[in-house]
């Protein structure tokens, strides 16, 4: 096994598997830029080595990731669309060639479920807990959220869930069509390790061709809201109700 880089993103490649750990701890995955850039250049690496067949999305046992760091969205409103490492992450993941597995342990929020729509095979775990709180923030979807999400899981269940932007169970996320499967939470890692060893065994050029095809219809449209939704996304950090609503969560106080 080798590894690429250091947290709070660990990059191994184990036979012809290239694994993307989220490692942050202390901030239960919350990801920065530098995160991002790093992520971006561990698909870049897989998708240029033929030896890779196949990469895998990780976080913690308890903690896909709590989203985008809202400290980072504070610091750096000031950015510009097309050059954020985030709208650059988002559009390097979308439009990989290579099969994305993706497993969920605990919380996922914000755009640590957003990504989950560019994965290929998602797995969660029991314990798993997914939310798009994107209105409560003052913001709007991100991530191709406002074009994916509706024709996973269809318009009205979308609607819910980022209008109301409520948690919801991996058992409701498995029921609407959001993951494909789940598992005990001491059998996920070795469950979705099989899973994509199950992939990487398939002639590669066969797997590619499906999933280009799968992807087809989508692609030009995806980029167009991906774009569109940064734009929007990047006006909402500026407004009123976000500002508000960021300094509230990174003002909060813990109970002694
Ligand atoms: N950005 C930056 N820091 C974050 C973060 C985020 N998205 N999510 C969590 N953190 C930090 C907390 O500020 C805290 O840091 P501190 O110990 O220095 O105060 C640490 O991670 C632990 O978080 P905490 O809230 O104490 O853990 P919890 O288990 O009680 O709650 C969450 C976990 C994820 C439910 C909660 O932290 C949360 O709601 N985070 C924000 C999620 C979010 O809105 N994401 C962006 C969507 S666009």
Redesign the pocket.
């Known amino acids: 096994m080798t590894v690429a880089t250091t947290p709070p993103v660990l990059v191994t490649t184990q036979e012809s598997i290239l694994r993307i750990q989220l490692h942050r701890p ?3 995955n ?1 990801i920065t830029a530098a995160m991002y850039l790093t992520m971006i250049e561990a698909i870049r690496q897989a998708e240029q080595d033929p030896a890779i067949r196949v990469m895998l999305l990780t976080g913690a046992e308890d ?1 896909f990731s ?8 504070i610091d750096h409103s000031e950015i510009v669309v097309e050059d954020s490492p985030v709208f650059h992450f988002l559009l390097t993941i979308s439009q990989a060639s290579k099969p994305i597995v993706a497993s969920v342990g605990g ?1 996922a ?4 479920v957003t990504v989950l729509l560019h994965c290929d095979l998602v797995y969660a775990s029991t314990n798993a807990l997914f ?1 798009l ?2 209105t ?2 003052g ?1 709007c979807p ?1 991530g191709g959220s406002s074009l994916l999400l509706p024709l996973r899981v269809g318009y009205q269940r979308a609607a819910e869930l980022l209008l109301l932007g409520e948690p919801f169970s991996a058992a409701k996320a498995l029921e609407i069509g959001l993951i494909n499967g789940i598992y005990n939470v001491y059998e996920l890692e070795e469950a979705v390790w099989q899973k994509a060893r199950q992939l990487a065994a398939l002639p590669p050029a066969a797997v590619q061709l499906t999933k280009s095809l799968l992807k087809r219809n989508q692609a030009e449209l995806l980029r167009e809201v991906l774009l569109l939704e940064t734009h929007h996304f990047v006006e909402r950090l500026h407004s009123p109700e976000a500002r508000q609503a960021l300094q509230t ?2 003002g909060r106080k ?1 109970p002694d």
Do not use: Q, T
């Open positions: 202390d901030k239960k919350a903690c709590s989203g985008n760091d809202l400290a980072d969205f919380l929020v914000g755009i640590g939310r709180p994107f409560h923030l913001l991100e969560f990174m813990k």
